[in-house]
């Protein structure tokens, strides 16, 4: 495999020079989505030991919103949130046959939602979808909704792309002697994926880099004559699985290791090495950094364009993971901790002197829609439920939120500044956890035991918002029950 260019990866921005701002004319929007990506994993985040020089600078050119949190979890979910600007949690249960994931909230999305790819396409904008997350394709999705254009990159994790006979791979390479290698749903997963990865060259080839160099073409296809646009970037990695270029995992493993290629290690480490917990580490980071300079190569496209002058550019992620905090690998419905809800957010805009601006305070993905839609002078549609960010953006300050609640499936977590609570809130066997925020940052001490009145006070609060919020979130289908 060719060598990485150390400059490139390490020290290359897309911003080499400073440009002109223009004033007049309506603003491009480009979304540039990320999954399994936290502010945990971000070098501009506090965290260097990430390498992500690409968007460390689109940040340092943004405004950098510090306390972002989705409002519910996971993929999908999340995207409902993000792309509706609505309240979706507390969401109703699935039953759609054709879908193997069985989470409340990961329904098509509903009839009466109004997208902002639809708002701005109303608009007069022109609106693009380039995207590897396949689940957003799956039949009886309709996520393509509003986009006049859309790309479909195949291959990523169990998407049916590509059939062949078992013996073509040798799974034992590939999982945790403790991991069943030959029958379930997991496997069946990993065994897809390495299917469809089989003729996997050169870093090109790393479907990261295809969305990327996708969103570049359509860039050159359509700057001319089709501005204002949207352009909706959604990178699949680095979620699952964990498996980037060589090179990329090197810059994090210095070890000499000779085992399987953990790209989906277990979700909890008891029964791993401490080396091998380094090297399914290293392969994580290796593929954030990947990601990262594809981000980057895509955001010298832009600038060479000149669209950095006329073009709002959003980066924002749905979720972490966790990276060994408390025995755990990946993310989980009862792991929102911070790790997993603690999300990158930020927002370029060129006409406003925001370069450097750092938002403290609650912010979430419903927040998203409104904010961009204020931000081009266009009116919001009626069914959003988030709160427009531009006050926080062109007057200063911080959010004032006192708390938040995230949910996913049957469980939720409800933050304040000093203190999470996560809980079950539906019928079901009873799961508390509750983390002093000041002592413990990083939520790593389970202290509900010596504070059951907090805990108390929170599982009330959880139960108020999920009765008051069943009238917001639900949907019309027959197929949806609670």
């Known amino acids: 495999m060719p060598k990485i260019a150390r400059r490139t990866l390490l020290a290359g921005t897309p911003f080499a020079a400073a440009l002109p701002q223009t004033s007049g004319g309506p603003m491009n929007i480009i979304h540039i989505g990320v999954d399994t990506w936290g502010a945990h994993h971000t070098g501009c985040y506090g965290h ?28 999908i979910p999340a995207r409902r949130a993000i792309y509706t600007g609505r309240q979706i949690f507390p969401s109703e249960k699935i039953e759609q046959p054709d879908d193997t ?18 708002t701005l396409q109303r608009s007069g904008y022109t609106t693009a979808f380039v995207s590897d997350l396949y689940h957003q394709f799956k039949p009886g999705k ?60 050169k870093e090109d080839d790393w479907l990261s880099a295809r969305v990327f160099d996708t969103a570049e073409d359509w860039l050159d296809d359509n700057v001319t004559e089709n501005q204002p646009f949207y352009l909706h970037i959604e990178s699949f990695s680095p979620h699952e699985y964990w498996d980037p270029p060589e090179d990329y995992y090197r810059l994090y493993m210095k070890k000499d290791y000779n085992g399987a290629r953990l790209i989906q290690p277990p979700a909890i480490t008891n029964r791993m090495s401490p080396l091998e917990i380094e090297h399914a580490r290293a392969l994580y980071a290796g593929l954030v950094s990947f990601t990262d300079s594809r981000i980057g190569k895509f955001l010298r496209k832009v600038h060479q364009l000149g669209l950095m002058r006329n073009s709002i550019i959003v980066f924002v992620a749905d979720h972490g993971t966790m990276m060994g905090e408390q025995n755990q690998l990946h993310k989980g419905e009862t792991r929102i901790r911070e790790q997993v809800t603690h999300v990158p957010l930020a927002i370029y805009h ?21 904010t961009l839609l204020d931000l081009v002078g266009i009116a919001r549609p009626s069914r959003v439920t988030g709160e427009s960010l531009q ?66 006070d929170f599982r009330a609060r959880v139960d108020r918002y999920v009765e008051e919020g069943w009238a917001v979130t639900r949907g019309t289908f027959a197929i949806h029950s609670v």
Request: avoid cysteine; hydrophobic fraction near 35%; charged fraction near 25%.
């Open 391 to 456: 006050p926080l953006l062109v007057n200063g300050g911080d959010s004032r939120r006192d708390w938040i609640i995230t949910g996913w499936g049957e469980h939720a977590a409800i933050r304040t500044p000093e203190w999470t609570y996560l809980t079950r809130w539906s019928p079901g066997p009873k799961f508390e956890e509750l983390y002093d925020a000041r002592q413990d940052p990083l939520e790593l001490q389970n202290v509900v035991a010596s504070h059951a009145k907090v805990a108390a």
């Open 48 to 75: 260097p030991e990430y390498k992500t020089p690409n968007v460390d600078a689109l940040i340092g050119k943004s405004a950098m919103f510090l306390d972002a949190y989705p409002q519910i979890l996971p993929t």
């Open 142 to 201: 309709n996520f393509t909704r509003g986009f006049d254009s859309w790309q479909w990159i195949r291959g990523q994790e169990n998407d049916r792309y590509r059939t062949g006979g078992r013996s073509r791979i040798d799974l034992a390479k590939y999982t945790h002697s403790s991991q069943p290698q030959q029958k379930g749903r997991k496997a069946q997963g990993i065994f897809q994926y390495l299917l469809n990865r089989q003729d996997w060259k």
């Open 101 to 118: 994931v069985k989470i409340r909230g990961w329904h098509q999305l509903f009839a009466e939602d109004v997208t902002i790819s639809e």
């Open 350 to 370: 060129p006409r406003d002197n925001w370069a450097g601006r750092k938002i403290k305070g609650y912010v979430q993905h419903i927040d998203l829609m409104p």
